[in-house]
Structure formats: C-alpha cells, structure tokens
C-alpha cells in the first residue's frame, strides 16, 4: 500500500532531503557547498548530521529551515515543501543556529520572554512551559542572572530553552556542543533525549564532536558537501572490527611510539591514547609486532573495539588519499636551552571586583612538556590562560615564564612566547602572505630575517599555493596551518594553544598534533587548553580546575587510574573530568 503524502512529502517522515545542491559565489568563484545530498530523518529519533567544518552541516541546516534556497533538488520537513512553503515550516520547527541570538544586557527570564513575544506564546501558558524549561535545563536558579554573566554552557542551555517556548515537532540544532566542557555537553544531551521520549519530538543535530556520533541513533556523515553515508553508528564502526589495537611499549615515549607507527606499513591511523598508542590497521594486514615495530622488543599490541571515528578516519583516508606526514624544520624553530622549569605559578589570583576568578593556584611546566590545563566552563581556566600570556594582569601571587617576572618583565616575556588564540586572530582581507608579513613584523623581524622566516612557513605548512589568497577565504584547516604558522614566525620557547583544533577535520586535527608534536621534541614548551578529551591524551600533565581552583594534576594516566574500577576498567579522560567535576560540586553543595 502507498504511504500518504502531504504537499509532495512523505506524512511518515520527519525530514526528506532529495538531490539538493547549493552553490555560493566568493570572489569569483564557485563554492559548492552541497553536492547532490540525499538522506531521510524518522520521527521520534535523533539522528547526527557529522562532519567537520566546512562538511555543509550549516548549509544544509539553514535549507531544512526555509532560510536558503537550494540551487536545486527538493526538501520536505514535516511532510511540507519547504521551497513552496517555507513560513510555514518556520511555524512548526525549531533551530537553534550556532550563534544564537542571547541578548546579553537581558536576564534569562527576559530572554525567554522576548522569544515567547517572537513566537506567539499566549502569556496565560508561559508560566508552566518556563517551569518546564528551567527544571530541564537546572537554570531555574538564575533567572534573574544576566545572560552575559553565565558560563559558556549555560549560556547554550539558556539558548536551547529560547529556542523551546513553544515546543516544535522537529528540532534542528547547529554545532550546540561546541565550545562547552563535557560535563555541560552530557547535560545538553540529557535535555535533547528528554524530548524525545517525553515531547515525541523529533531532533537532527549538527557536530563536530565524533565521540557524540555514539549517542545517536542514526548517523548522517558528511565531508565537503557530499554524503558519505547514513545508519547507525554500530554499522559503521563494525566496518573497521578486527582492525584496532592497542600498542603498548613500556620503555618507548609516546610521542615517538605514535611516529614510528604512522609510518609502520599497513597502518592507516595511530593516535595516542594513554601512555599507548591505537592503530587501525588496512583490511587484510595484521597488527604483527615484529612487522610494525621489527627493532624494538617489549612490544605488546593488544585487541581494541572500534570506534565511530575509526571509521571516519578510513573513509576520509579514502577519499582524500592522505596519511599524516607533516613535520617541522625544527631548526627553524625556537628550543630552550633554560633551566628545567620554564613556567612557575605560585599562588595566582584575579579578581574582578569582589569576585575572584582564580583563586590562589600553583603549578609549574617544564621545558619540551605539553601541559592541559583543562576545566569546565567559568572555571578560570581561560582567565589563567590569558594571565599567563600577559594579556591580562595578575592580582596577587608571582608568575614566571621563560625566566621572566610577568609582573616586571611581561614584555620581555612575551617576546619569548607564540600564541594562537581559539579563533585564530587572523586578518581575513589579509592574503596568507601578508598576514604572515604582519605577524612576523609584530614579533620584531626585520629584512633577511623576516623574509626567510616568511619562505619557512610559507614552505613548512604547504601555504604557497594560497599565498596570495585572502586568508577568510581559506579551508578552516589551512587557516589553522596559517595561525600556527604566524604563532611560530619569531621561534618561540614556549607555544600557548587557546582551543587549537575546535570544528577542524579530524585528519587536520592529526596533522596539527603531529607538528606539536615534534616541536615537543625538539624542546619547545606547549601549553593548551581544549575541551576534546581526546587531545588531553596529548599531554604529559595537566590540571583540571573547577571554580578557579585547581582540583588535580597529573599525567592523563594517573588521572584515569583514580576512577578505574571493577565496573569500569577503562575509564576514559572524560569518565575522569567529569567524576572530578561533580566531585567538587558535591562536596560544595554538602557544605
């Protein structure tokens, strides 16, 4: 029997994406931002539109939402045409875009009134469906708080809350995890699945993140505007079985176990994990010890399940063909010769106001380390980031960094330090050539100097082909080479990482760590902060800070090891931050 249509769409489908292609023009050319995408969406799911940035998640959000046209192809959302009748399904859907519109100078309760006034709310219902919302989303504390005052992961709550006054059949949201901790992330997908069991709501939502991939129930994956595939996340990761491992070598670094087997024959992926290193081998090619290692004894390579990005990984390597070979020229680059300790932090405080944002913390980095410094949102974590770099001023306690006193001597100690901020800083009417121009001027190069260092990193990160290429129109990828690079122009002893890879393809995640990497190597110091727990694996040590005081520190190993039991044998970096981070709420709200 034929199932019924409504207005051309399928009434037992949420969403129906047939053929659709869009195109943009910049600067005379032709950008395709979709490729002939085609894909259903059930009802009562929530399905993962995947991919990194520059994938068409957005793109096609914005289509689904009647706020872009297709060049052609059709879309169906709640069985309505949305080419024909676009208002019409922007009065049955829900979106949230990834820069929604708070209004920061308004408190929560005022931003959710203003929305209700947008969306046609009837003030007799809004009492209970703002009960509702603050009970699902904990903010019922603060709605008299200033939307500018709350913490990056409330501030997305609160946004999500905006967008529900008045419940939809069918959610879109763009990239809502981005740029939070992963207790809030956890949170924000606890809300996403109370509405569907509850409110039968149906939710499409956009990420980068792969690990979320996992929650899903079905998969969307996208790269570079074309479909790579739709199912569950088990079909995918099932295409790798038999094909992860685990290798462990008791007297060999990480960092060079990892580069040693990137280049091992028939591996296609490795990537630290621990004090280990996970490969993913090609199909048909065992993970022998005696081939992938032959020199090196003690090897010890063990089974692993695959994971959603284990195939990712595979699909992207056979599309693009690539393996993560890039290296730096670390005779170009910056290496200390200091004294063992190139950071020393001794009870460090700001204040602002009345308020403290960190609270007497002390803790030191050692030259060639790369150190976390990790925590949930508002924990201070970005404000000792900044104290660090000299960008922003202590208020008690004594701040060394590459043997400079930063309370005398912060400029003297900025000259000794690169800093690639988490939206990269970059001028984009700029070309690549002449943003490098600038940053090397800024860092006091000169003449030969400055025109030999510009050749370096012109060279070293692949970016001459888009030397004379505006940078805002370049890859999400190649900007973040090009910031790299300009962090690097002055070959600085110690590289400060302000969320370096957040939306970047997962290949270019690989190539990125692999540069730092080898600037460990050859001594230069890194500190980083980031909320892909993947990366913590990175480090050497970290700290993990939770309202501006520091709740443990250590190496990503003896962190996991405080929270490893009988039921959960292996804990990973998140199970530990997240057990660390409702630890101290707890004792908190006992006391």
């Known amino acids: 029997m034929d199932r019924p249509e409504i207005d051309g769409g399928r009434a037992d489908i949420a969403v129906e994406v047939t053929n659709a292609v869009k195109t943009f023009r910049r600067a005379g050319r032709t950008i395709t931002a979709l490729d002939r995408v085609s894909f259903l969406v059930h009802p009562g799911t929530v399905t993962g539109l995947i991919g990194p940035d520059a994938a068409g998640k957005t793109t096609l959000m914005r289509l689904l939402a009647g706020l872009l046209l297709p060049d052609t192809g059709s879309l169906h959302v709640l069985a309505v045409d949305v080419l024909r009748h676009p208002l019409k399904v922007q009065g049955t859907i829900g979106y949230m875009p990834q820069r929604f519109g708070l209004y920061e100078d308004l408190t929560v309760k005022e931003n959710l009134d203003l929305y209700a006034d ?25 709605t008299r708080r200033l939307a500018r005052d709350l913490s990056g992961g409330m501030k997305q709550k609160l946004g999500l809350a905006c967008t529900l006054v008045r419940a ?5 949201l763009d990239e809502p995890t981005v740029g939070v901790d992963p207790v809030s992330r956890r949170e924000l997908w606890s809300i996403v699945y109370r509405l569907v069991e509850q409110e039968a709501m149906t939710v499409l939502l956009s990420t980068s993140y792969l690990d979320e991939a996992e929650r899903c129930q079905e998969v969307i994956l996208m790269h570079e505007g074309r479909l790579l595939g739709q199912g569950s996340p088990k079909s995918f ?13 008791p007297t060999m670094d990480k960092r060079a176990l990892q580069q040693r087997l990137e280049r091992a024959p028939g591996v296609i992926d490795a990537v630290i994990q621990g004090g280990d290193v996970r490969v993913v081998m090609k199909e048909g090619v065992d993970a022998d010890s005696r081939q992938l290692l032959p020199d090196i004894a003690g090897v010890c390579v063990s089974p692993v399940e695959p994971r959603f990005e284990d195939s990712f990984i595979v699909l992207l390597r056979q599309e ?11 005779n170009a680059v910056g290496a200390s010769g200091r004294q063992e300790d190139v950071i020393i932090v001794n009870e460090l405080k700001r204040r602002f106001g009345d308020f403290y944002a960190v609270k007497g913390i002390s803790f030191t980095v050692r030259q060639g380390e790369v150190f976390g410094l990790l925590g949930a949102n508002g924990a201070g974590k970005s404000t000792t980031f900044r104290m660090l770099c000299g960008l922003l001023p202590l208020s008690e306690g004594k701040v060394q960094v590459a043997g400079q006193d930063l309370r005398r001597a912060a400029a ?16 984009g009417d700029l070309s690549v050539h002449e943003n490098l121009h600038f940053f090397s001027r800024i860092y006091g190069l000169h003449g030969k100097h400055q025109r030999n260092r510009v050749a370096w990193a012109l060279q070293e990160f692949e970016l001459s082909p888009f030397a004379d290429a505006p940078c805002g129109q370049l890859p999400l990828g190649y900007k973040q080479r090009l910031a790299l690079a300009a962090a690097l122009m002055h070959s600085p002893e110690i590289l ?20 730092i990497n080898d600037l460990a190597e050859g001594g230069v110091t890194v500190l980083v902060t980031t909320h892909f727990m993947e990366e913590a694996e990175y480090c050497d040590r970290l700290v993990i800070m939770s309202e501006g005081l520091i709740l443990a520190e250590g190496t990503p190993e003896e962190m996991k090891e405080r929270f490893r039991t009988a039921e959960q044998p292996e804990p990973s970096m998140e199970d530990a931050f997240i057990a660390l ?4 709420e707890g004792v908190r709200s006992v006391s």
């Open 118 to 142: 947008l969306q046609g709310v009837p003030m007799q219902e809004r009492p209970e469906r703002y009960g509702e919302l603050m009970k699902m989303t904990g903010l019922g504390g603060f």
């Open 168 to 172: 939809p059949r069918l959610l879109l």
């Open 237 to 249: 990761s099932s295409q790798v079985e038999g094909r992860t491992y685990r290798v462990h070598v």
């Open 320 to 330: 693009s063909d690539l393996r993560t070979t890039a290296s730096l020229d670390l």
């Open 412 to 427: 003297r100690a900025r000259s000794h330090i690169g800093y690639m901020a988490q939206k990269f800083s970059l001028y």
């Open 496 to 515: 400060f990482l302000d969320e370096p890879t957040s939306g970047v393809d997962p290949l270019a995640r690989r190539e990125f760590w692999h540069r």
């Open 581 to 584: 981070i409702e630890g101290a």
